[in-house]
């Protein structure tokens, strides 16, 4: 990417849910990001931080509570009608679970249409052909057009999932958790489906995910959320080298190295100490309580997102 546009912006991001008479739980609680047209950023962090609901805030499943999200220029929480459609044709979610995601009243036929249909993209024959292209291009055949959800296997429902994302020609996934429910095997098939389809399409990527092998292998930049703040974000290769903040730094030390030699020897960071809360956090760092580094400072002033090298950026007071 010679010139870097960008396709995706997001400014100072909230989505906070009342779970009580005084209860707030501050899933995604002020972050901000940009994503570069025709690039895949890799979201990553333990169950809970808040991942999932930032991608499904960016597209406008859930409505934030404060922030902008800024699609190719245009404010995206501010759309209404026409307006709103026009968006959602552009932008599209793989979804994690893909035994729920999909009606099992409806042939896969008809869930790769529904799209089509609702934009009067295509219709008769030429609707067909369109459908009959995309499960050639997901790997299946025109034969499995007519047959329902459960005649499918855990990777083929994905990649039906994956055709109904591509049948509106969008140009911004959201890739939620796309590979979690499936095994090794089918995991490695869907990744290499994704990035094929990211070269012939030019298609822009926000991947979610738990597997920090797999984040490395289809990211091109990566950021780490904690709690719902984003803590770093680095180009791929930097942060799986030259980590900066401590939880990413624990993240990293635990992914496994197939050579066992090598693994013996590995220096894994614990994290110890006690597990805050999202409901009505503390002030300061969210991660000082279970810090090694943490200080006084780190407890009263929460860190904000900082250049520590070239489009290096972490949230940690001793960094």
Do not use: W
């Not at 810090?291 to 780190?298: F, I, P, Q, V």
Request: charged share 30%.
């Amino acid at each position: 990417m010679s010139e870097k546009k960008v396709l995706v912006e997001v400014k100072d991001l909230k989505k906070h849910f009342k779970v009580g008479k005084n209860a707030i739980l501050k899933a995604v609680d002020g972050i901000d990001f940009k994503i570069y047209k025709g690039e895949t950023l890799g979201l990553v962090g333990e169950s809970g931080c808040g991942k999932t609901t930032c991608g499904k805030t960016v597209m406008g499943l859930y409505p934030a509570t404060s922030g902008e999200i800024i699609f190719d220029g245009i404010k995206v929480n501010e759309l209404k009608g026409k307006e709103k459609k026009d968006f959602t044709r552009k932008a599209q979610i793989i979804f994690q679970d893909p035994y729920s995601s999909l009606d099992p009243r409806m042939t896969v036929g008809d869930i790769i249409g529904e799209g089509i249909d609702i934009h009067g993209l295509y219709t008769g024959q030429e609707r067909t052909d369109k459908i009959y292209e995309l499960l050639g291009t997901i790997g299946l055949t025109s034969e499995h057009a007519n047959r329902f959800p459960h005649e499918f296997s855990g990777g083929q429902r994905q990649r039906i999932g994956i055709a109904r994302a591509l049948a509106i020609e969008p140009e911004f996934i959201v890739c939620d958790e796309p590979i979690s429910a499936l095994d090794v095997s089918i995991q490695a098939q869907i990744i290499n489906l994704l990035i094929r389809l990211q070269k012939e399409r030019e298609l822009t990527y926000l991947f979610i995910a738990h597997d920090l092998s797999m984040v490395k292998h289809i990211s091109d930049r990566v950021g780490v959320m904690y709690l719902g703040k984003m803590v770093e974000m680095a180009p791929s290769y930097e942060l799986y080298t030259n980590p900066k903040h401590p939880y990413t730094e624990a993240l990293m030390s635990a992914i496994p190295i197939p050579d066992p030699e090598v693994e013996r020897e590995k220096k894994q960071i614990k994290i110890e100490g006690e597990i805050p809360s999202p409901i009505n956090p503390k002030p300061g760092c969210r991660f000082a309580s279970r810090c090694r580094y943490a200080t006084e400072l780190c407890r009263q002033e929460t860190p904000k997102l900082k250049e520590v090298g070239p489009e290096h950026f972490a949230a940690c007071h001793n960094r």
